[in-house]
Nanobody, 123 residues
Framework: QLQLVESGGGLVQPGGSLRLSCAAS????????IGWFRQVPGKEREGVSY????????SYADSVKGRFTISRDVAKNTVHLQMNSLKPDDTAVYYC????????????????WGQGTQVTVSS
């Protein structure tokens, strides 16, 4: 059973940066597509970025392209999300997620979720 624990959320001013981390235990991340969703109250959970299981390709939502970078540390069984040039619209709870399915980064296809970490972008 894969377990995911996020860290690194917090309060940051517009234009600032944060680095989220997701530590996995119980299994190796090599078996999964791994990445991030975010959610604000009253809205559906939105896919932000992920790395595929096969080939390690990365994908980003249009709203974060050029500002966010996802990476995987195989030795530490951890995935990171570097978030730069943050905007108030990036405010959300960010969830680490993993799936066996490389081809559908949507909530219904996720097999494992972290507990979430709050990111607030405000002056």
């Amino acid at each position: 059973q894969l377990q995911l624990v996020e860290s690194g959320g917090g309060l940051v001013q517009p234009g600032g940066s944060l680095r989220l981390s997701c530590a996995a235990s119980g299994s190796t991340l090599d078996y999964y597509a791994i990445g991030w969703f975010r959610q604000v109250p009253g809205k559906e959970r939105e896919g932000v970025s992920y790395i595929t299981r096969v080939g390690g390709s990365t994908s980003y939502a249009d709203s974060v392209k050029g500002r966010f970078t996802i990476s995987r540390d195989v030795a530490k069984n951890t995935v990171h999300l570097q978030m730069n040039s943050l905007k108030p619209d990036d405010t959300a709870v960010y969830y680490c997620a993993a799936t066996y399915n490389d081809y559908a980064w949507v909530p219904d296809e996720i097999d494992y979720w972290g507990q979430g970490t709050q990111v607030t972008v405000s002056s």
